[in-house]
């Protein structure tokens, strides 16, 4: 599997990037993790939407949807000028119900449910959605292809059950890191997890590499590096733009 990280900004993005977005590839598929702030323009700088084969969206937040929208009507576009006949396949939370029902109404979009511990296929491509804690119903996902393993973890607070399905294998932990270490104590009530519990995370769970995103842009990466880094010394990738890992 190749992962890229089209974005890694949260709730907005620095100039010129986007919020959540990853993609996927296989001999066999293509499939976008979360589509946030500005992902259908990151998006095309390695694969025409026409190419996509599914998005899947982890919750209803602006910075892991907002840019379906887009990638809507790059589809209608493709549909039109016949580079494309499918519907472009898109499996989201049932909840809040509006924004399901809004996306199954489109006609270039086929919608699925995700309900967790059910899993799917994308291709060759196997997702095992599993429940995160946020301040929305959300799911985390396992991919799997080929026996390597990617866990993303979406938007959640830490919670042993989280700790848990890494624990079950993970070759590649794609795990928020919206919170710096003096912001531990807000993590349950904020939803979302510090660099320290990433870093935790990613020891405890035996993880092959840790691949932390989803960073707050008046944030020095570079120091939340350092703060991981006093919970986890094994192999550890900053999310950017520029980032592409072979799993
Ligand atoms: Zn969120
Ligand atoms: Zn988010």
């Known amino acids: 599997m190749l992962l890229r990280i089209l974005g890694c900004w949260t709730p907005y993005p620095r100039p010129l990037e986007a919020c959540s977005g990853y993609l996927v590839s296989t001999a066999a598929a293509n499939l976008l993790l979360d589509c946030g702030h500005g992902i259908s323009a990151q998006l095309t700088r390695w694969l025409p939407a026409e190419k996509l084969d599914a998005v899947i969206i982890s919750h209803f937040h602006p910075d892991h949807y907002a840019d379906l929208y887009a990638i809507r009507h790059m589809i209608r576009g493709a549909i039109f000028l016949k580079t494309r006949q499918q519907p472009l396949a898109v499996y989201l939370p049932q909840e809040p119900a509006h924004l399901f029902e809004e996306f199954a109404a489109m006609p270039e979009l086929q919608v699925n449910a995700i309900t967790a511990g059910s899993s799917f296929m994308v291709g060759d491509v196997e997702i ?23 866990v993303y973890t979406a938007d959640t607070s830490y919670s042993k059950s989280l700790l848990d399905e890494v624990r079950k294998g993970t070759d590649l932990l794609l795990c928020e890191c919206t919170l710096i270490a003096a912001e531990d104590e807000l993590s349950q009530q904020l939803g979302h997890l510090s660099t320290l519990q990433v870093g935790r995370i990613a020891r405890e769970g035996g993880v092959g590499m840790l691949l932390a995103t989803h960073f707050w842009p008046g944030y020095n990466v570079g120091m939340l590096q350092r703060e991981i880094e006093q919970e986890y010394q094994g192999k550890l990738i900053m999310a950017a733009n520029t980032v592409v890992v072979s799993i």
């Open 128 to 150: 095992r959605p599993f429940a995160v804690h946020h301040s929305l119903p959300s799911f985390g996902f396992r991919v799997e292809n080929n026996n390597q393993s990617i």
